[in-house]
């Protein structure tokens, strides 16, 4: 017998409730996947998106979020989904190859009509094994045991030696109700690694529109100065730690290891299963970190259809060509990076 007809359709403001009730219960759709970052990537970044999704016999069984992201220096794109670690076409499991060709043609008119030089697809695993890839990102994700105590001894010995140095430093954990004290580490944070920081208004807007699934942990020492703070994400059953600062004391009173397993701790008490670790690029410093902690590394198939280029485009602080740039940033004032950054960034994605 053959299977219904496919509708591919644009989301509109009456279908966002079964659009979220679909990714929130489909295994293939992430966190990224959420309406609501149409909405936030529009408002705080100007950036165009176009959310399909497919339906067959009136229910919804892929969706496929996609923004466009202009820039005179980095190129002009459309991105599933700029600012997000994951995205891509997320389908039922027995929703069939034909959903996944449909989105990909829609998606395909999309970019002809738009003149992008190239569609990007983040995946969490390989969808065309012919495609042009990224092979330069990793994601760490770890099952979380249901007891705090075994997720303690799970991690290896040298890094469990670190979160009870931060333990034994007397420092404390703070769930924050905004992101004032995380803002200003992060800031400074991406200051000294030469990289432009996202608006603030962005992480407010994360925090008003996805309310307790957007939680901010800070880290401080006895006297309550703030040494360390992460945002994290909630979404299903699992935590993801997703943007991070530190101050320059944190590395010597082992803020960092404490804030990490801090959260740990607080999300196994919470019922969460996995811990999401979340994208770090090969041989650079978050990589080695995680993998101290027992987490494998689980390459990332970022995907690209090319259309005015001949390569995968390389928009990341490794690109050589990004050094002198990096340099020049790491001596702005903090209030003069904080002014300029938004501009830039917004166009990495």
């Not at 803020?255 to 299963?273: I, P, T, V």
């Amino acid at each position: 017998m053959d299977r219904l007809p496919i509708h591919v359709s644009m989301l509109t403001p009456a279908e966002v409730e079964r659009w979220d009730d679909f990714v929130r219960r489909c295994p293939q759709a992430t966190f990224f996947h959420l309406s609501a970052w149409r909405d936030i990537l529009e408002g705080v970044f100007k950036h165009r998106s176009f959310y399909l999704y497919a339906e067959r016999a009136g229910d919804i069984v892929a969706v496929l979020p996609l923004a466009e992201v202009r820039s005179r220096v980095f190129g002009h794109a459309l991105t599933s989904l700029p600012f997000c670690v994951y995205g891509g076409i997320a389908a039922d499991v027995d929703a069939g190859p034909e959903v996944f060709h449909m989105l990909e043609m829609r998606a395909e008119a999309l970019a002809t009509a738009l003149g992008v030089q190239h569609t990007e697809y983040r995946n969490l695993k390989p969808v065309h094994a012919d495609w042009p890839r990224q092979e330069l990102y990793v994601t760490f994700r770890k099952a979380l045991l249901p007891d705090v105590e075994a997720n303690m001894l799970a991690i290896p010995r040298k890094q469990r030696a670190m979160v009870r140095k931060g333990i034994k430093n007397g420092l404390v954990s703070h769930v924050d109700d905004d992101i004032e004290r995380f803002f200003a580490l992060y800031a400074d944070n991406v200051l000294r690694h030469g990289t432009p920081a996202l608006p603030k208004t962005f992480f407010e807007r994360l925090k008003a529109v996805f309310g307790e699934a957007c939680e901010v942990l800070t880290v401080t020492d006895p006297a309550g100065k703030p040494l360390s703070s992460v945002l994290s994400f909630y979404f299903r059953d699992e935590v993801l730690p997703y943007y991070a600062g530190d101050d320059t004391a944190a590395r010597d009173l082992a803020a960092n290891d404490f804030k990490y397993w801090e959260l740990m701790r607080r999300a196994c008490e919470r019922g969460c299963k996995v811990f999401d670790y979340g994208r770090s690029k090969v041989g650079t410093g978050p990589y080695s970190f995680k993998k101290n902690w027992g987490f494998e590394p689980q390459p990332l198939s970022y995907e690209y259809r090319l259309y005015k280029r001949d390569s995968v485009p390389q928009n990341n602080p490794m690109n050589p060509k990004y050094r002198a740039f990096i340099a020049l940033w790491k001596r702005l004032p903090i209030g003069v990076a904080n002014r300029l950054g938004p501009h830039i960034v917004r166009n990495l994605g």
